[in-house]
């Protein structure tokens, strides 16, 4: 469902089957206005007037992330919000990060809300911890992981330590650990062309200690150029994971014949994560690019043609969980060059004509990239052995 809310456009997209769960994608962009306040404020009009249209209640709010213009500029005023989900009676995962939304606008947001007949439970542990409860499952979002540096010599491999240790931490107070129950991890890298080396070696030798390898597995991740509201931090990091997953209910995404492992060219990452339950299966996407099945870089200097080889390694890694493209519940774009907007958009909105998408200006992790893209998707399935979402 694709809406005009007064200064904004509205994107949703939900999922609920038989009385179970219900889920719903939220994208939510102001058009220019050329002043911070006032496009906030039209954001928050139109996702105030989408919850009432959906009769979802603010209790439903899980997850949001904030995408900024300037986040030096704008966090406090982004802090003074609904938005910035501080209610100590329901407290929601945010995440704000710098990656200014094409074509100009200075905020746009990207909501998850879920509702469930049998009730659900959130508690704040901690500033950056969201744990929330429902049907007997433990889910952990963890948000704004980030050294807090405001001053000082900036490292990318000290604070790639430094973030995942925190959520390290936040997993073992709950009996939970990296290897088993982390789902998914987006790593914010700012000026990626000269600190995201730092966080691939960072990152490698932090996942072997914790007994993630090419013979196990790693994380469905994301590495952007991103950044977060402190001026030297040069690494910021989300998470999610389930605390309870059970065996078989966790399977890793590939497409031997579209695109090669992450750690043949040296990163350590899983190309798409699925957790299956009784009704449905989660397919968590890691950023794509359009990427050969040696490692090579696709169609250099042609952004159309690269937006085609991504989306098509997301279908074969779709295809793989038994998924579809008609199955993406969301869609996020990363453009290097803000100038290949208007024909970005204008080819999403003909394949993607009901899509929550959000394109923002971000680099990728090779230069030669030009566009990155990532999502969501869920599909239905027939699993009685396995737990209710």
């Known amino acids: 469902m694709a809406t005009m809310e007064r200064q904004a456009e509205v994107m949703v997209k939900s999922f609920s089957q038989d009385g179970e769960s219900a889920e719903h994608f939220i994208a939510v962009y102001p058009h220019e206005r050329g002043d911070f306040l006032a496009e906030r404020k039209a954001l928050e009009d139109a996702y105030a007037a989408t919850l009432r249209a959906l009769d979802l209640p603010a209790e439903s709010a899980v997850f949001r992330r ?21 209610s100590a009676e329901n407290p929601v995962a945010v995440s704000r990060v710098e990656q200014p939304p094409l074509p100009g606008a200075k905020i746009a947001l990207l909501a998850y809300h879920a509702t469930d007949p049998r009730g659900m439970t959130k508690r704040r542990l901690g500033p950056h911890h969201l744990l929330v409860e429902k049907n007997g499952l433990r889910h952990l979002w963890s948000t704004g992981l980030c050294a807090g540096a405001d001053k000082g010599a900036a490292s990318a491999e000290a604070q790639t330590r430094s973030v995942f240790a925190e959520l390290v931490a936040a997993l073992q107070e709950n009996g939970a650990s990296l290897r088993e129950h982390c ?5 914010y890298v700012k000026d990626i062309d000269v600190f995201y080396s730092g966080m691939v ?35 910021a990091l989300d998470a999610y994971a389930q605390l309870d997953l059970r065996p078989g209910q966790v399977s890793y995404l590939e497409a031997p014949e579209r695109l090669c492992p992450t750690h043949h060219y040296g990163v350590t990452f899983e190309r798409g ?12 996407i890691s950023g794509t690019a359009s990427i050969d099945r040696y490692g090579r870089v696709v169609h250099r200097g042609d952004v159309l043609a690269q937006l085609d080889r991504a989306l098509g390694n997301v279908e074969a890694l779709l295809h793989a969980g038994a998924a579809r493209l008609e199955d993406l519940m969301h869609l996020v774009v990363y453009l290097r060059d803000r100038a290949d907007f208007p024909a970005i958009r204008a080819h999403l909105a003909q394949a993607f004509p009901e899509l929550p998408v959000l394109i923002l200006k971000a680099p990728v992790c090779r230069p030669e990239w030009l566009v990155e893209v990532e999502g969501v998707a869920i599909s239905r399935q027939d699993r009685p052995d396995l737990p209710r979402f």
């Open 66 to 86: 904030v995408y900024l213009s300037d986040v030096l500029n704008q966090a406090e005023a982004l802090a003074e919000s609904e938005l910035a989900g501080r």
């Open 183 to 187: 789902v998914r991890t987006w790593v």
């Open 201 to 235: 070696e960072s990152r490698r030798a932090l996942f072997a200690e914790h007994g993630l390898t090419k013979e196990t597995h790693f994380i469905a991740s994301t590495g952007i150029e991103g950044a977060c509201a402190h001026r030297f931090d040069v690494v």
């Open 273 to 284: 994560t699925s957790v299956a339950y009784r009704d449905r299966a989660h397919h968590f």
